[in-house]
């Protein structure tokens, strides 16, 4: 089975903390993807990576960047947290075939105080 | 954004009964996903239908697609309290980035013992 991990499922940081979100996958998917999911909004998409040091941006990627210098690693980054930036942070997966199902970690729970 | 917006938001059922949640999106389609969220966690891929399919099955789960109505409807038959979660559509569109996909507000599915 797909295993995707995020490092952590609950942080709490504080306004202007430079955040790190790690997400670790072992299926050599060649796709990973940041999401932040909050009440009534469903899921967006922030980033989005389709090889090493390959991204694009999604539907909200205003302050926030993203890493992948190896190929089973894709790391959110949240420059200077906001308040506004508490949400749940969802990572996933998948093949480098078009359009194939993703595979979803966790979530972190992030609360910027 | 070309979200699939799932109907109801909501739905409450005794166990045993039958489950149908619909998803309604926007232009042509590649294929339309449905994926199920327990409480707290990550999203599951449920089972994946292709634009030139009417109906697919995968054990209590049926799907149908009507492409002319820009429809699917995700059954749940016999349903257990363990089904009780958020569901979510994920339509792919065919003019869209090849490896995106869109997801919806969701369904709340509460399954009552």
């Known amino acids: 089975d797909v295993k995707v991990t995020q490092s952590s499922r609950y942080l709490v940081k504080r306004t202007g903390e430079k955040v790190f979100l790690e997400c670790v996958q072992d299926?050599?998917?060649?796709?990973m993807f940041w999401y932040r999911q909050d009440p009534g909004l469903g899921l967006r998409l922030i980033y989005f990576?389709?090889?090493?040091?390959?991204?694009e941006k999604g539907d909200i990627p205003e302050g926030y960047s993203v890493s992948r210098e190896k190929k089973e690693r894709f790391s959110l980054i949240l420059e200077s947290a906001s308040t506004n930036q508490t949400s749940m942070y969802l990572c996933?997966?998948?093949?480098?075939?078009?359009?194939?199902?993703?595979?979803f970690g966790d979530g972190t729970r992030l609360s910027i105080l | 954004s070309q979200q699939g917006e799932e109907d109801p938001q909501a739905l409450s059922i005794q166990e045993g009964e039958n489950a149908t949640m619909n998803c309604s999106y926007k232009?042509?389609?590649?294929?339309l996903q449905w994926y199920r969220q327990n409480s707290g966690r990550g999203l599951v891929h449920l089972i994946l239908?292709?634009?030139?399919?009417r109906e697919k099955h995968s054990g209590r789960l049926r799907v149908t697609l009507d492409t002319s109505k820009k429809s699917s409807s995700l059954l749940i038959t016999a349903s257990r309290a363990a089904d009780t979660a958020s569901y979510f559509c994920?339509?792919?569109?065919?003019?869209?980035?090849?490896?995106?996909?869109?997801f919806g507000k969701g369904t709340k599915l509460s399954v009552i013992p």
């Open positions: 996933a997966s998948s093949s480098g075939q078009v359009r194939q199902p993703q595979h």
């Open positions: 299926m050599d998917h060649e796709n």
């Open positions: 990576s389709y090889d090493v040091k390959m991204k």
């Open positions: 232009t042509s389609i590649n294929n």
């Open positions: 239908i292709r634009s030139n399919e």
């Open positions: 994920a339509p792919s569109y065919s003019g869209a980035g090849s490896y995106q996909l869109t």
